[in-house]
């Protein structure tokens, strides 16, 4: 079975605070993704990363960064958690070509910022 | 403006009541039309890919289909299992992998 794994469940932070959230996939995909979920906005995509050190901005990339150094992982930082980052934070993966809308989602990361 | 727009919001069912869910899209051309089921707490989970008009696929009680507009989710004599947030997504012509998600569905099936 294919398993993309994230760090951390549930996380809180402090405002300004730094924060890192890691995830690990097994499949070998070319294509992991950081989404961001919130109720009455559905799923939002943050940035897409199709190879290591690779990556795109998604919709919402403001506040956020990636980083790709393997394959298999792909971490989002918040360099300055802000309240307004409060959220439900997904990790998949997938591969590409005409498959590319089959992700393989992670059980997410629920961040608060006090 | 690529959308997708997904009906009813909630629905609540008995066991056994057959229904449809709706997702309609408007892009600029198709590649593709997926649909996910999410359960609370957790990361949605892939169900179907549809590519062109009037195709269908089919998993135990759930049936996909699309047309050039829109498509449906019909689920077939529902158990409380199959309880869930179904979304929907889009993967527009001009695109490689920014899929566009609809707000999803939330399905109720009561014992």
């Known amino acids: 079975d294919v398993k993309v794994t994230q760090s951390s469940r549930y996380l809180v932070k402090r405002t300004g605070e730094k924060v890192f959230l890691e995830c690990v996939q097994d499949m070998d995909h070319e294509n992991m993704f950081w989404y961001r979920q919130d109720p009455g906005l559905g799923l939002r995509l943050i940035y897409f990363?199709?190879?290591?050190?690779?990556?795109e901005k998604g919709d919402i990339p403001e506040g956020y960064s990636v980083s790709r150094e393997k394959k298999e992982r792909f971490s989002l930082i918040l360099e300055s958690a802000s309240t307004n980052q409060t959220s439900m934070y997904l990790c998949a993966s997938g591969p590409g070509g005409r498959m590319v809308g089959e992700l393989f989602f992670g059980e997410g990361s629920r961040l608060t910022v006090l | 403006e690529d959308q997708v727009t997904q009906s009813p919001e909630a629905l609540r069912l008995q066991e056994g009541e057959s229904s449809s869910l709706n997702c309609s899209y408007t892009?600029?051309?198709?590649?593709?039309l997926f649909w996910y089921r999410q359960d609370p707490g957790k990361g949605p989970e892939f169900l179907f890919t549809l590519y062109s008009a009037g195709e269908e696929k089919e998993k135990e009680r759930l049936k996909a289909t699309l047309t050039k507009k829109e498509s449906f989710l019909h689920i077939t004599a529902p158990k409380p299992e199959d309880s869930a947030t179904y979304l929907c997504?889009?993967?527009?012509?001009?695109?490689?992998?920014?899929?566009?998600f609809g707000k999803g569905t939330l399905l109720t099936v009561n014992p």
């Open positions: 990363s199709y190879d290591v050190k690779m990556k």
């Open positions: 892009v600029s051309g198709l590649r593709g």
């Open positions: 997504a889009v993967l527009p012509g001009g695109s490689n992998y920014k899929l566009t």
